[in-house]
């Protein structure tokens, strides 16, 4: 088994901080997994041990997360292109590509604007527009207004203000079941950088993908959660929510949990990998890889 510790910077002669850290674990077919916001590519150990023996993982941990140096916005498509470059120089054959909420949308990004790079992707828990996944009557303007609020409001507080609502659980802890799950969000969250994650929230929540998802030519798995909000929604709706998000998106294929929260890989695992193992091991065609 190699594990080795890569950074986009180290394949370039720039000397610019690199918009991601890399893990590279296995051997096989690669397989690029994305973690969300604030969190280590830790997220994916229990994915990396199932998958590395026939995959070779590369597992980021996003700039500005987890103790990982920011880059300066736009942040997101730094990351984005970065990810293309990354596959590009390491020379990885339609990498399979699995995100988790903010990871799973810079998935869709990738593969909608490089559609060569790009092999099978799994989307975990994330939306093409997150603005209108909360409220569906929201108009680019008001995406766009509400994302300036939020960039302030994050930017614009004391660390130590910033520190206590991590702490508190305000934003995170309907996310998972267990409260061992909840403290290791909380400590990447402690450690992740303010500004990052102010740039970060306020670029997904003015971006908007329900058209752009028409350019992505590969299979599409994506997961669904609801459980966690169930005093404002249920399955149906959830799953009629994700249908309308992803209806450009010729072929997706949309999976419900009635069980995880958030971080689904962590409350339901048998019940991803299941979906998992079936969407991986489907026959591929050139084309469709």
């Known amino acids: 088994m190699k594990l080795l510790m890569l950074s986009l910077a180290l394949a370039t002669a720039s000397m610019a901080q690199a918009p991601f850290q890399v893990k590279v674990t296995g051997h096989g077919r690669p397989m690029i997994l994305i973690p969300g916001l604030s969190s280590s590519g830790e997220v994916w150990d229990t994915t990396v041990a199932r998958y590395q023996d026939r995959f070779e993982c590369h597992v980021l941990t996003v700039a500005g997360f987890a103790g990982v140096p920011r880059v300066p916005a736009p942040m997101l498509d730094r990351v984005r292109d ?79 203000a910033y520190e ?7 934003g995170t802890r309907a996310m998972v079941e267990k409260e061992s799950d909840f ?18 929230m306020s670029e997904l929540w003015a971006a908007d ?38 209806a450009k998106l010729a072929g997706v294929e949309i999976q419900v949990t009635d069980i995880a929260h958030h971080f689904i890989m962590w409350d339901d695992p048998n019940w991803m990998f299941g979906h998992l193992d079936r969407f991986l091991n489907a026959r591929e065609s050139n084309v469709n890889r």
């Not at 992707?121 to 509400?146: C, E, F, G, K, Q």
């Not at 206590?164 to 305000?170: I, L, N, Q």
């Not at 329900?210 to 959660?225: C, E, M, N, W, Y």
């Open 164 to 170: 206590r609502y991590v702490r508190s659980g305000v």
């Open 82 to 160: 970065g990810l293309g470059d990354y596959i590009r120089k390491q020379s990885l054959d339609h990498p399979v590509i699995i995100g988790h909420s903010l990871g799973g949308f810079l998935a869709l990004s990738l593969a909608a604007k490089y559609p060569d790079l790009s092999g099978r992707l799994i989307i975990v828990d994330s939306y093409p527009s997150l603005a209108a996944m909360a409220d569906p009557h929201a108009t680019a303007a008001s995406a766009h207004a509400a994302a300036e609020q939020m960039r302030h409001a994050i930017g614009d507080e004391t660390q130590e």
């Open 183 to 200: 403290d290791r969000i909380v400590a990447w969250g402690l450690v992740s950088d303010r500004t990052a994650v102010a740039d970060a």
């Open 209 to 246: 993908l329900r058209d752009d998802v028409a350019k992505i030519k590969v299979p599409t798995l994506v997961f669904g959660s609801w459980i966690a909000y169930k005093q404002y929604t249920d399955h149906a709706r959830t799953e009629a929510n994700l249908r309308s998000q992803y």
